[in-house]
């Protein structure tokens, strides 16, 4: 068995009722919070008062950021930064998704540090420390799962580029994972989020750098994804498919803080650096069917192995039913699009392809492909 280190420090609440933990967990690490978020919603308003009513609740000192974007970007993250640094806060609390748990992981670099936090991104040379403000994280979509990852994933909108900012010192504190939070999210943002969490455990269980644990992981959060996406995305207010997702999108979360991702990961990034108002789980299934196609081969008894996760009377000739079965799920949660669905030029794809080949992870998926290869399959899904 290979050597691999399994580090997972966050403290999970996951259950009905864990909100009306927030008080006490948030006085523990701080006396003064800033609260970061979307602008409200109508859905929302009662999760954002029963946020706003514990922390008070709990004597702490509450101010609310309500700016955030999809896709995070430098400069909402600075204004951010700049009330926490204002206000002295001591703690961050990010409540909404994967968009609302990284702009709080940069934020609590960046009120910390007299630097951007885009200095921090993966290649820079620098990573954020101690210092480093603590994070509680209250997940309101499963997908990222950022809440229990080293990872936050910002965008610059000056470059036209996406990136990331890995260190053990943005794991959140604690996460509290209330299933029932998620009911409110759009039919849409439940199938983008949901094959985003498929995406993490897919590419954590096909990556060279797969341990043992991470595999145990992601091929629990892949049969969970198979068993109940399409049932959240139908029945939004199905318990325990809803219980099932968050649990999903935790493990693939998991999955990856030990090995990463691979391409898939890395080609959506750079989609979404030319789109920022696209999801990552949009930008992912775009080119999902045709990088399994590619790598079948390489792929082997792993990629069997999901393919009888979804249809398990599959014989020995699995691994070459995955790619039907990828495009037929995608099909089925309204994600079979293709890139001139979102706006994307065709003289931006050299581009793209060039930004995917500078993105951390290929090197790890089962075939490695050229940045020409990559070229191809984004003209392919154009």
């Not at 006490?24 to 919070?33: F, P, T």
């Not at 290929?362 to 290869?373: C, D, G, I, L, Y």
Request: aromatic share 8%; glycine share 8%.
């Amino acid at each position: 068995m290979k050597k691999f280190i399994s580090y997972h420090p966050t403290e999970l609440f996951f259950g009905d009722g864990s909100l009306d933990s927030l008080g006490k967990i948030v006085s523990q690490l701080g006396q003064r919070a800033l609260l970061i978020r979307t602008p409200l919603i109508e859905p929302m308003r009662s999760t954002y008062e029963r946020v706003e009513m514990l922390i008070r609740a709990a004597n702490v000192e509450l101010h609310c950021f309500d700016d955030v974007e999809p896709n995070p970007t430098t400069s909402v993250i600075s204004k951010a930064a700049l009330q926490a640094k204002a206000a002295n806060v001591d703690v961050i609390i990010a409540l909404g998704g994967g968009s609302s748990i990284d702009t709080a992981k940069a934020v609590a670099i960046e009120a910390a540090y007299n630097k951007p936090c885009w200095d921090f991104r993966f290649g820079s040379g620098l990573e954020p420390g101690a210092e480093t403000l603590p994070i509680i994280a209250i997940p309101t979509t499963s997908g990222t799962g950022s809440e229990v990852t080293p990872v936050a994933v910002v965008s610059n909108e000056e470059e036209n580029y996406k990136s990331i900012i890995w260190s053990k010192n943005i794991f959140c504190k604690a996460a509290i994972m209330e299933p029932s939070l998620t009911y409110s999210m759009l039919k849409q943002l439940t199938a983008e989020t949901g094959f985003d969490a498929f995406a993490h455990c897919f590419e954590s269980y096909i990556s060279s750098n797969a341990t043992l644990t991470s595999s145990i992981y992601a091929l629990e959060g892949m049969r969970l994804v198979a068993k109940s996406l399409l049932v959240a995305f139908q029945q939004p207010d199905n318990r325990e498919a809803r219980a099932d997702m968050m649990m999903a999108a935790t493990m693939g979360g998991m999955a990856i803080s030990e090995t990463g991702v691979t391409l898939p990961h890395g080609m959506g990034m750079a989609i979404g650096g030319y789109c920022h108002q696209m999801s990552h789980g949009a930008s992912m299934a775009m080119v999902y069917p045709d990088i399994i196609e590619q790598s079948v081969v390489e792929g082997g008894e792993r990629y069997a192995n999901v393919a009888r996760l979804f249809k398990p009377s599959l014989g020995d000739d699995a691994a070459q039913h995955l790619p039907q079965i990828i495009t037929e799920f995608l099909q089925r949660l309204n994600l079979g699009k293709s890139l001139g669905d979102y706006g994307i030029k065709k003289d931006m794809l050299p581009d793209i392809a060039k930004a995917s080949f500078e993105q951390p992870g290929w090197q790890e998926h089962p075939k490695v492909h050229s940045q020409a290869e990559m070229l191809h399959i984004l003209e392919r899904s154009f």
